[in-house]
C-alpha cells in the first residue's frame, strides 16, 4: 500500500498517519519529495482499513498494490 499525502502537510498530520500505522502493527518507508510525502507501507495491508486512511487530513490517495498471482 502506498499512502500519498496532499501538497506540504503539516508534520503533526503525518505523525497521524505514522501513528496509525505503528499501532497497527506495521513498518513504513518514507520518501519525503518537494512538496508531497509517500509513505509505504510494509507487510500484508490487506488489514487496513482505507477509508480511514484516505479520510485522515493529510492524505490525497491510497494506493493498494495487488500481490503477483
Do not use: C, W
Not at 499512502?3 to 503533526?12: D, L, M, S
Not at 503525518?14 to 499501532?23: A, F, G, R, T, W
Request: hydrophobic share 40%; glycine share 8%.
Amino acid at each position: 500500500m502506498l499512502i500519498i499525502t496532499k501538497r506540504n502537510p503539516p508534520e503533526e498530520a503525518l505523525d497521524q498517519v505514522k501513528e496509525y500505522l505503528v499501532n497497527k502493527g506495521f513498518d513504513f518507508h518514507q520518501s519525503t519529495g518537494a512538496d508531497r510525502t509517500i509513505i509505504g507501507v510494509i507487510g500484508d495491508a490487506s488489514i487496513l482499513d482505507e477509508g480511514l486512511i484516505s479520510a485522515m487530513p493529510s492524505v490525497h490517495q491510497v494506493v493498494r498494490i495487488k500481490p503477483d498471482e
